[in-house]
C-alpha cells in the first residue's frame, strides 16, 4: 500500500511538475489587461477608491463597499478610510452618496470594508453585515440603515478567534452569540 502511495504521489509531482509553463499559460498570469470600451458603461463619481462589493435591495438601493486594505491587496488611496456608499438605481442619472456613521464604539479610522451582505426584518427596517480588515484582521461589523437620515447606526462589532475568513455573511450572524 505504502508503495502504491509513493509511486501515485511521484506520478503527480512529474506530472505537476512537467505542466507549469502551461497552467501560467492557460490562465493567462502574467497577461496584461487591455482596456475595453463598453457603450453603455459609464464611471460612476465618487467611487474613485474602488468598490469589492455591493449589495442591491428589491427597492432599487444599493449598498457598496468601498475602500478596501488588505495585506497583499493594492489600494486606492491609502491614507483615507473606507466607507459605504448608498446608490438608487431607480434614478434616471444614479449618483453615489457617502453615508455617515455613528455609533459610540465604531472606530472609522480602521474601517476597510470588504463584503458586504444586507438583510430586512419583518418591520422593513434594513440591517448591513459588513466584513472589516482592522490591523490586517477580520471582524464583522453590524449597522442599521437609517433610511431618513440616510446613515448607518453601528449596532456592533463581531470578532472572534475563529472568524478567519468570514464569506459569505446571512442574516444569521445578527443573532450568533459572537464575542463583542
Excluded at 83 to 92: F, G, P
Excluded at 99 to 112: D, P
Aim: charged share 20%; with cysteine; aromatic share 10%.
Amino acid at each position: 500500500m505504502a508503495k502504491l502511495m509513493v509511486l501515485t504521489l511521484l506520478g503527480l509531482a512529474m506530472t505537476g511538475f512537467r505542466d507549469h509553463p502551461s497552467y501560467q499559460k492557460r490562465f493567462a498570469a502574467s497577461r496584461e489587461v487591455e482596456p475595453v470600451d463598453l457603450p453603455n458603461c459609464n464611471l460612476v463619481k465618487g467611487i474613485e477608491t474602488g468598490s469589492e462589493d455591493l449589495e442591491i435591495l428589491p427597492n432599487g438601493l444599493a449598498f457598496i463597499s468601498s475602500g478596501l486594505k488588505y495585506p497583499g491587496n493594492k489600494n486606492f488611496d491609502s491614507n483615507t478610510p473606507g466607507n459605504i456608499l448608498l446608490m438608487d438605481l431607480n434614478e434616471e442619472d444614479p449618483t453615489v452618496l457617502e453615508l455617515s456613521i455613528s455609533g459610540s464604539k465604531f472606530n472609522m479610522s480602521s474601517f476597510y470594508p470588504h463584503g458586504i451582505s444586507t438583510f430586512t426584518d419583518e418591520d422593513n427596517t434594513v440591517y448591513l453585515l459588513v466584513v472589516n480588515h482592522p490591523d490586517a484582521k477580520s471582524t464583522v461589523e453590524l449597522f442599521k440603515f437609517q433610511k431618513e437620515e440616510k446613515s448607518l447606526l453601528h449596532l456592533k462589532t463581531i470578532r472572534h478567534k475563529l472568524l478567519y475568513s468570514p464569506w459569505p455573511l446571512t442574516h444569521s450572524w445578527i443573532t450568533y452569540p459572537w464575542t463583542l
